[in-house]
Structures are given as C-alpha cells and as structure tokens.
C-alpha cells in the first residue's frame, strides 16, 4: 500500500516562531488532508488539499502532486497550535495516516 | 450538523467479554472509516465503508473484529472476544466522498483488563 512519511518526528518551538512540517507519499493520491490532534486527543481537520495551495489564518499548506509531497506552513506559532499534525492520503480504496509530526510550542 | 458521533466515550470491560462500539456519521455522507490509534501504531485504517458497503476491511487485525454498516446512519464495530491487546482508541470519521475532506468523531478509548 501507499507509504506515508512525516518529518520532523518532533518539533519545539518558541511562541511566535514559525516552522514547516513535511509530509512525503510514496504513490499518487487522489485525497489529501492535514489534521490538528489536540493534547484532548481530539482530531481536526485543517486541510483538504490534493494540490495546490491554501491558507486558513497563521497556517497554509501546499501540496506538489507530481512530486508526491505536501508541506503545513505553520506561521507565529502560538501554545494552542501544540499537539500532534498528522498527514493523511488517500489513493485507492482507503485513507492512510502519517506518523505525525508532534509540536510543542513553549511560552 | 452535530458531526460525527461516537459512543460510548469511555468503555472499560474485561478480557473475554464482547465489545460494540458505535457511530453516527454526518448526515449526507457516503463513505465512513473506523481507525485504532495506539502509542505503537499510530492510526490504523481498520475497514472503511462507501454507501453501507464495506470496501477494504483489510486492516481488520483477525476474526474476532466485525464491523457492520445496516444504514447510512449507523455503524457497528465489534470485539469479540476482547483481548487486553485491544485496547486503544477507536475513531470513527466519514466524508461525502472521496474528494471531500474526512471528519473524525471523539473517538472511544477502549481499555480491556
């Protein structure tokens, strides 16, 4: 099946900064989205985005289909933004998750 | 639309006894995921549905898990019997189709003792 490859596997950031998580796929993919898992445990949808780029306030994510990546631009980066990014494809018949990316993002 | 719905939130059972975890997807949309999130393996798609059919149960881990679809409003996933390997938290999320994004519920946190 398709593979799905997050990095960094970790992040700590001072308030304020900004900072870009990656996520590669290993086949074409007809679906992509970026989630927010908050420390709740809760999942967010942020981005639906199978190419192309978007912007939703301090975040944007931009997706580069025949390259097979996908980046979350996350800009002045607040306490709240902490929590687990997870990238998510779907090509065929089901949708994959990403390892995740965790953020911490110190006062 | 009050999104996803899963139940119970919480569900604490002993190893052997049946579990049914249950979800209400948003009204209008036709496909729908069950997932288990652990520290382990992160998400794992465990079947996924479109119009109450199930497409890939690939990742259904063996036959004691079972997942029913009866209308577009209801699906079933269920542990029988239940092993203390099971515990994790079980989402349920589900989209209009495949090129709409995905909404997840609050999922369940299963723990078997």
């Known amino acids: 099946g398709i593979q799905v490859e997050q990095s960094p596997p970790d992040l700590i950031l001072q308030e304020g900064a900004n900072s870009t998580l990656r996520c590669n796929f290993s086949?074409?993919?007809?679906?992509l989205q970026w989630f927010h898992q908050n420390p709740w445990g809760q999942l967010i949808n942020l981005f639906y985005?199978?190419?192309g780029t978007k912007q939703n306030g301090r975040l944007s994510a931009t997706t580069v289909a025949t390259e097979r990546y996908s980046l979350l631009y996350i800009s002045s980066s607040q306490t709240t933004d902490s929590g687990v990014y997870f990238c998510?494809?779907?090509?065929?018949?089901?949708?994959?998750f990403g390892a995740g990316t965790r953020l911490t993002v110190k006062p | 639309d009050a999104g996803v719905i899963q139940s119970p939130r919480h569900e604490v059972t002993e190893m052997g006894q049946e579990v049914t975890l249950r979800c209400k997807p948003i009204?209008?949309?036709?496909?729908l995921f069950w997932y288990r999130q652990t520290m382990m393996r992160g998400l794992e798609l465990l079947i996924y549905?479109?119009?109450?059919?199930?497409?890939?149960d690939s990742g259904m881990p063996e036959d004691r898990f079972s997942a029913k679809m009866p209308n577009a409003s209801f699906s079933t996933l269920k542990i029988q019997p239940s092993e203390p390997r099971d515990s994790a938290v079980y989402f349920c999320?589900?989209?209009?189709?495949?090129?709409?994004?995905?909404?997840f519920g609050q999922g369940t946190r299963l723990t078997v003792v």
């Open positions: 998510a494809v779907e090509s065929s018949n089901d949708m994959r």
């Open positions: 086949d074409s993919v007809n679906n």
């Open positions: 985005i199978p190419s």
């Open positions: 009204s209008g949309h036709n496909s």
């Open positions: 549905f479109n119009n109450n059919v199930p497409i890939d």
């Open positions: 999320a589900s989209n209009r189709d495949r090129a709409s994004s995905a909404f």
